[in-house]
């Protein structure tokens, strides 16, 4: 059991290798971040998360290239200390904006069940 962002269609796994701890980077290809994208990270079953990082944390992207981000507490701000090597699974989080009290309601038949982190 576990928990993901909702809302997020941006998703993938990341490793952090020795060269990713001088630079502060996670490694994904391809990962599709552009800066100021917010996202979170969560540990991989049976893998240590890279040291400095907190599982569920909401991180804002920057230093983003194609294959590597880095991830900062603020928007624009400075890349968070990556301190050790390790996997992580990271997903884009898109704030969702209600204009009262209420709850989150799916149409009969609408809802999509994404296991493809399984």
Request: net charge negative; proline share 3%; no cysteine.
């Amino acid at each position: 059991r576990g928990y993901l962002p909702f809302g997020g269609t941006v998703k993938g796994f990341g490793t952090v290798d020795t060269a990713d701890v001088t630079a502060n980077t996670i490694t994904s290809n391809g990962h599709g971040y552009a800066n100021a994208d917010r996202v979170m990270v969560f540990n991989v079953f049976a893998e240590t998360l890279p040291a400095g990082l907190t599982e569920g944390t909401l991180y804002f992207v920057v230093g983003s290239a194609t294959d590597t981000f880095q991830v900062s507490l603020t928007q624009g701000g400075a890349a968070v200390d990556i301190t050790g090597v390790g996997d992580l699974f990271h997903q884009k989080v898109v704030p969702e904006v209600y204009g009262g009290q209420g709850q989150i309601t799916v149409a009969a038949g609408q809802l999509v069940l994404d296991a493809t982190a399984m």
